[in-house]
């Protein structure tokens, strides 16, 4: 799991990302995928359906824009042993959340 502020986006990569992510990818999303396809690793919380409020993990100032920039990344071959991925709401007005 990491703060990549990094934005993978919802369009399926290969094996690598899943079709439920948020937004359009950036270049420091194009470099993450870059590194978890060479390192064989998979975005997990990218192929999981669930709503757009449970995939954002940060909020900008005066709560204009949701992104989800932080990940769970996981070996290939351990894909099928995750059942579910999604943030969980938190009660402070936070830019962050787990």
Not at 18 to 30: A, D, T, V, Y
Not at 46 to 66: A, C, L, M, Q, V
Request: charged share 25%.
């Amino acid at each position: 799991m990491g703060d990549f502020n990094a934005k993978v986006g919802a369009r399926r990569i290969g094996n690598t990302v899943g079709s439920h992510g948020l937004g359009e990818i950036n270049e420091r999303g194009e470099m993450l995928v870059g590194w978890c396809q060479e390192n064989d690793l998979v975005v997990a919380n990218t192929w999981f359906e669930n709503h757009p409020r449970r995939k954002w993990t940060w909020i900008s100032p005066g709560d204009k824009y949701r992104n989800q920039i932080d990940y769970v990344l996981i070996q290939s071959r351990f894909r099928n042993a995750v059942l579910s991925a999604k943030t969980m709401p938190v009660q402070s007005r936070l830019w962050k959340r787990p």
